[in-house]
């Protein structure tokens, strides 16, 4: 239950297609009858949710509510980051966008079930991880994906979005017609060697799911202070069709050729310039290495 502390509720209006806008007010209304003092912020433009989180911290606010998809909890903690760390920061998320992964590591499936947590609001310290690359640094809380999986993330993007998981799944076909397995040496928390074999894809999770409900981590944790590491390597095409739809149950790790290890940080030796998933959205960057911050940041997650 809420404290009275003001709550500073940042909406992404065009989450979901537009949906969010016309989805949030009775959200937003149920939590002012339970007693919530809301300050509610609209964003305007792409990165703007990033803006008025940080501005929102410096002014002093300390709990937020984040309302659209996972790009938008993606721009608030990006917002919040590094500076919120050791401040008694929480954050709570509204999905009315087109995904909601994170969540559904708490068992939180849908925004009924989102709304209900953030009535309860009890926090839970959850791990981000620092992103750095040629050009500087961000957070996340969901996963990064290199390779097929970032390429499929792009056509999702500018074709399939609408469809939601399904439209992931048609990107994945359309894919495979150009599989490349690139590489990308990756060094493991200090290791006296960097992994430099073909790969299909690299992911590197922080929570179970992507896309909404595919587990492409089953192992994975947000709140054990590691990244799971998910390795596709010399996968042929007609064995990856197969084993793809398989990331609905998290059976994809099975395949003889995907491996899942841990790390707390990663480092790439021969950064490049590609294409990258980043909590559901795509960047080209030239990562450099990734890190765990262990609790960063508390979620409210009933």
């Not at 310290?125 to 970032?150: E, Q, S, W």
């Not at 390429?151 to 399904?166: H, I, M, S």
Request: glycine share 12%.
């Amino acid at each position: 239950m809420t404290d009275g502390r003001r709550t500073y509720v940042i909406v992404n209006g065009a989450a979901g297609g537009g949906r969010c806008a016309g989805r949030c007010e009775p959200a937003l209304a149920t939590l002012r009858q339970d007693g919530f003092d809301l300050e509610v912020a609209h964003t305007e433009r792409a990165g703007h949710a990033t803006e008025l989180a940080r501005a929102a911290f410096a002014a002093g606010h300390r709990r937020f509510i984040s309302v659209g998809g996972d790009g938008t909890t993606f721009e608030v903690i990006n917002g919040l980051m590094p500076e919120a760390v050791g401040q008694g920061v929480e954050l709570g998320l509204l999905p009315l966008g087109t995904g909601n992964s994170f969540l559904r590591d708490f068992g939180i499936l849908d925004s009924e079930s989102a709304l209900g947590a953030l009535r309860e609001w009890v926090p839970r310290p959850v791990d981000v991880v620092r992103a750095t690359h040629r050009d500087g640094v961000f957070h996340y809380i969901n996963l990064i994906g290199l390779g097929f999986t970032a390429r499929a993330g792009d056509l999702t993007n500018r074709r399939f979005k609408a469809l939601g998981p399904a439209g992931y799944v048609a990107a994945v076909l359309i894919s495979v017609a150009g599989l490349e397995k690139p590489v990308d040496p990756v060094q493991i928390d200090g290791a006296d060697y960097a992994d430099a074999r073909p790969a299909v894809f690299l992911v590197f999770s922080n929570s179970k799911f992507t896309g909404g409900a595919m587990m492409m981590a089953p192992g994975a944790d947000p709140t054990d202070g590691y990244l799971d590491v998910i390795r596709a390597g010399d996968i042929g095409r007609a064995s990856l069709v197969k084993t793809f739809p398989k990331i609905f149950q998290g059976r994809h790790v099975d395949h003889p050729r995907v491996e899942a290890t841990r790390a707390k940080r990663v480092e790439f030796r021969s950064p490049r310039e590609q294409p990258v998933m980043v909590d559901g959205e795509i960047m080209h960057l030239a990562l450099e290495s990734l890190e765990v911050v262990p609790g960063a940041l508390s979620v409210a997650v009933g």
